[in-house]
């Protein structure tokens, strides 16, 4: 006759929605912050290339994240959702990459505005991260400093 074996049955917490639906994030996570991370410089690379930032003279102003938002999709797709801004009145505290936080350039304020940037994060891939869409959802326009969506 057969033995009964006994487990500890762990409990897990279900979380019910739609397989592929739109999720929120913790900001704090640590791959949350890298895709927030990679995003920031991709504007910065993108702003450059397309000739509207000004390597000398501006600097890119960063102001809080406002949400983001996650969806598995072949590797993770992060909406974020964050203050962001081209200066030139804070250029002389940016640090040597170009950046500047709104907490150290409150002269810059005026400049912020809300975007979002789409992201996925395939890190099984040689590009690990690809950039699909910028908005501008108010303030300044920084969507030609994107170039193409």
């Not at 397309?50 to 992060?78: F, H, N, R, T």
């Not at 890190?123 to 690809?130: E, I, L, R």
């Amino acid at each position: 006759m057969g033995a009964c074996l006994a487990f500890d049955v762990e409990e897990r917490e279900i979380v019910e929605g739609l397989p592929g639906g739109l999720y929120d994030a913790e900001i704090k996570d640590p791959a949350v912050k890298e895709a927030v991370k990679t995003a920031i410089q991709e504007f910065r690379t993108r702003a450059l290339a397309s000739g509207k930032l000004q390597a000398e003279g501006e600097a890119i102003l960063i102001g809080d994240v406002v949400e983001v938002k996650q969806q598995v999709v072949a590797g993770m797709k992060y909406y974020i959702t964050m203050k962001l801004g081209v200066t030139s009145s804070c250029n002389s505290k940016a640090n040597s990459a170009g950046y500047v936080s709104a907490k150290v350039c409150t002269e810059g304020i005026a400049d912020l505005g809300e975007h979002t940037i789409q992201v996925v994060h395939q890190p099984w891939m040689d590009v690990k991260y690809t950039y699909f869409k910028f908005e501008d959802n108010s303030g300044p326009e920084l969507l030609s400093y994107w170039g193409e969506n």
